[in-house]
């Protein structure tokens, strides 16, 4: 059974820090996903990791991948307020769709 | 491009009623579809999903059951509403032999 383990399961930080929220998953996969869901919304895919040692940026997010290691990292840079959300991973996919980690509560303050 | 359509937004049923969300999915073909469900400051649990038009596997023993009628058009039913039923219903779909899954907006349903 694929297991998706997401740490840490909640943040809270200040404006213009940096952080890194991990995720790790049980079984060996090259498909790593990260989406965002803002409160009371749907998710919103971010990044799509498709082989070991991919990595994908988006303004001040910035995705990883390592297979070996079972582990994606998503790293925030210079936080903003604007980036609070939920941010979830999730690994798998195909027909059987996708198992997701917890999810990673994120509060940005000024 | 495409679309996924999922209704209604939100919804309150009583114990013991019926319920039926409707997911439709636009500007593709042979769609994998998935029905999640998140229940209240939880993750996100797979319910069922299907690869074909009359093809469903469940995930998880429960209350409801789903059905893909058409090819791009996924139903989540329940004879009987609990009250464990309560959450945020997610519909997804994604190609076929490609793992990013794409959802639509989602139904807050309330059973009280």
């Known amino acids: 059974e694929l297991k998706v383990e997401q740490n840490p399961l909640f943040l809270s930080m200040q404006e213009g820090k940096n952080y890194t929220i991990y995720c790790n998953y049980s079984?060996?996969?090259?498909?790593l996903y990260w989406y965002r869901q803002d409160p009371g919304k749907s998710l919103e895919s971010l990044f799509v990791l498709l082989s070991n040692g991919a990595v994908k940026q988006e303004g001040r997010l910035m995705a990883s991948l390592d297979t070996k290691a079972r582990l994606s990292t998503l790293h925030i840079t210079a936080a903003v307020h604007d980036l609070s959300a939920t941010y979830f991973c999730g690994s798998g996919g195909g027909a059987d769709g996708l198992t997701f980690g917890k999810g990673t509560h994120l509060i940005i303050q000024p | 491009s495409q679309t996924i359509h999922q209704w209604p937004a939100t919804l309150v049923q009583p114990v013991g009623s019926p319920l039926s969300l409707e997911c439709t999915v636009e500007g593709t073909s042979n769609p994998n579809l998935y029905w999640y469900r998140q229940a209240a400051g939880r993750g996100l649990q797979l319910l069922f999903y299907s690869v074909g038009i009359g093809q469903i596997s469940s995930e998880v023993p429960q209350n409801l059951s789903a059905s893909r009628p058409q090819d791009r058009q996924f139903i989540l039913s329940s004879k009987k509403l609990l009250l464990s039923d309560s959450g945020f219903y997610l519909c997804?779909?994604?190609?076929?032999?490609?793992?990013?899954?794409?959802f639509g907006q989602g139904t807050r349903l309330t059973v009280v």
């Open positions: 997804a779909w994604s190609g076929i032999g490609a793992g990013e899954a794409f």
């Open positions: 079984t060996t996969s090259d498909r």
